[in-house]
């Protein structure tokens, strides 16, 4: 049940696009991952990694949208992406884990809170019953908006997740 539809809206005079990202965006997404500094990519990828490939970027950007949706906000025109979210979710365990970058330069716009809103009600259309997010300890903006779009912080067991220093929020859908 992927969405393919477009949703148009501005932030401080700007027009962005946000919908799902397809196998003819594997460019645009390359140069989104590679404009990145190291910082931000060790809040979401978890790792350094230095850059990304445009066959890797083809292959993430082709995933099964049903069950591991990629919205990305473009610019108006569409020649940049500004923000990514995803999830990839686990049909067994009717659960997902959820993650997003916002472009350095386009921070504290709320394309972020966008972002996981979205996931959020694609989830929950899923029929998914939770969704969890890893974020750095250091990450306090993005620990108070998953605070506020209802998560529940949750003590992450030593040696449960490959980097100690990130704490888990949980998102209950379905009661």
């Known amino acids: 049940m992927p969405t393919t539809c477009e949703k148009r809206f501005s932030v401080q005079e700007q027009t962005f696009v946000m919908r799902q990202l397809t196998p003819h965006d594997a460019e645009v997404y390359l ?9 931000t990519i060790r809040c979401r990828y978890g790792h350094m990694v230095s850059q990304l490939t445009l066959d890797t970027a083809r292959q993430i950007a082709s995933l099964d949208p049903t069950w591991e949706p990629a ?15 995803r999830f990839h979710a686990d ?3 009717l659960s997902a884990e959820m993650a997003v970058v ?4 386009m921070r504290r716009l709320g394309l972020g809170r966008v972002l996981m809103e979205s996931l959020i009600q694609q989830a929950e259309q899923r029929g998914l019953a939770q969704l969890h997010a890893y974020v750095v300890t250091q990450n306090a903006p993005v620990q108070k908006l998953l605070r506020t779009l209802g998560f529940d912080r949750e003590e992450v067991e030593p040696n449960s997740h490959p980097f100690d220093d990130d704490v888990k929020f949980t998102l209950q859908l379905i009661a």
Do not use: M, Y
């Open 102 to 105: 916002v472009d350095t330069s």
């Open 71 to 85: 919205l990305a906000i473009f610019q108006e025109d569409a020649s940049r992406i500004v923000a990514l979210g």
């Open 31 to 39: 140069k989104f991952f590679n404009r990145l500094d190291p910082p």
């Open 91 to 93: 049909p067994s365990t």
